[in-house]
């Protein structure tokens, strides 16, 4: 079992960058798949990344492609979603999750694929 806990959402202005960070508790981290989610308001919560658990093959929405990046530091525990050129329909909170994954290139890309959540961060982008 894995705890995350997102961080490192805020307010900036449109073209500005972001740096979300989900932190994951347990030492097993390297066998975890793990993805960044968003739900704006009134919207269903939709894929932003994933990544693989060894960190090799990644997966980006293409509202997103060329803008965003996600990785991970496993020794930190940690995945992180780099988030460039903002614009204010990124406006959103932004969950990370987790699975255990037996495949070291698997990148699941759907909300229920993923079994571990986070509490979420805010993101808001001002135009």
């Known amino acids: 079992q894995v705890q995350l806990v997102d961080s490192g959402g805020g307010l900036v202005q449109a073209g500005g960058s972001l740096r979300l960070s989900c932190a994951a508790s347990?030492?097993?981290?390297?066998?975890?798949?793990v993805g960044w989610f968003r739900q704006a308001p009134g919207k269903e919560r939709e894929f932003v990344a994933a990544?693989?658990?060894?960190?090799?093959?990644?997966n980006l929405a293409d509202s997103v492609k060329g803008r965003f990046t996600i990785s991970r530091d496993n020794a930190k525990n940690t995945v992180y979603l780099q988030m460039n050129s903002l614009k204010p329909e990124d406006t959103a909170v932004y969950y990370c999750?987790?699975?255990?994954?037996?495949?070291?290139?698997?990148?699941?890309?759907?909300?229920?694929?993923?079994?571990?959540w986070g509490q979420g961060t805010q993101v808001t982008v001002s135009s």
């Open positions: 999750a987790a699975r255990l994954s037996l495949v070291p290139s698997f990148v699941p890309t759907t909300l229920g694929q993923y079994i571990y």
């Open positions: 347990g030492r097993t981290f390297g066998s975890y798949a």
């Open positions: 990544i693989s658990r060894s960190g090799g093959s990644t």
